[in-house]
């Protein structure tokens, strides 16, 4: 799903597996372990595994047959990688069969102040990313950032042509928290999507998440969140509140 649902949308379950990349990418996940949680995850039918560089042909392998995606991530966790590892590591990527990209932009360069670098290794990947009509999001790690700088963070992200900015990489210390999915909501162009990531455990915060804008949700609690949608669904309240709805679950905190 990559369009905004407007509030008072009744949604499926289908609706939200379209919404969710899960996220696999703790440094101690065996293959194995990769391989087993792609397989299972793939049956929901979700819209992409989010795996380490390294387990992108593992993982296409174990969603072959379904219709979920294979992401991964560059330069993650901290986005210092040099601009041209960055794009060397997307090619990689885009080799072994990645259907989307998250990169960390370089947050040391953007607290510094600079702005053209922070652009400029962002429209690196970018361009390798959208030569083969691949989506490349950029997370911009909010938990590190105060507002103007995340404000900064989102328009070098329009700027170098990023299809989504991304709140976090769940290793930081903070995730997605709503005044903050608004602000980057307020501070890219339509045409820019925003994903949440970390903290987006129930199904009453991806909800409120969705009202504010948010077209995607990074999670490791995909299983509550599809067993929420169907007993919301059910009963026939599987619907997107009114902006502004806060919910205690929203508190940002890991995966």
Avoid at 123 to 134: I, L, Q, R
Avoid at 140 to 158: F, G, H, N, P, W
Wanted: aromatic share 2%.
């Amino acid at each position: 799903m990559s369009h905004t649902i407007t509030p008072g949308t009744t949604m499926t379950t289908q609706d939200v597996a379209d919404l969710i990349d899960h996220a696999l990418l703790k440094p101690e996940l065996t293959p194995e372990e990769v391989e087993q949680a792609c397989r299972e995850l793939a049956a929901d039918e979700i819209w992409s595994v989010c795996v380490r560089p390294s387990d992108v042909r593992l993982a296409l392998a174990a969603v072959d047959g379904h219709r979920t995606r294979v992401c991964t991530v560059i330069g993650f966790p901290h986005g210092t990688t040099s601009t041209a590892g960055k794009v060397a590591e997307a090619r990689q990527a885009l080799a072994d069969g990645a259907t989307e990209l998250d990169m960390v932009l370089n947050i040391g360069r953007l607290r510094g102040g600079d702005l053209d670098a922070v652009r400029q290794d962002i429209a690196a990947v970018v361009e390798v990313g959208h030569a083969t009509d691949v989506l490349v999001k950029v997370i911009i790690e909010t938990a590190l950032l105060d507002e103007e700088q995340k404000q900064a963070a989102c328009r070098a992200s329009a700027e170098a042509g990023a299809d989504f900015v991304k709140t976090s990489t769940g290793f930081a210390g903070g995730g997605a928290t709503l005044p903050d999915v608004r602000l980057m909501r307020a501070s890219v162009p339509d045409g820019v999507q925003v994903k949440a990531s970390g903290g987006v455990r129930d199904i009453d915060t991806l909800l409120a998440m969705v009202a504010e804008g948010v077209t995607r949700i990074g999670t490791s609690s995909t299983q509550a969140l599809l067993a929420g949608a169907r007993e919301r669904e059910q009963a026939g309240t599987l619907v997107v509140p009114e902006p502004g709805s806060d919910v205690a679950g929203a508190d940002g905190q890991g995966y």
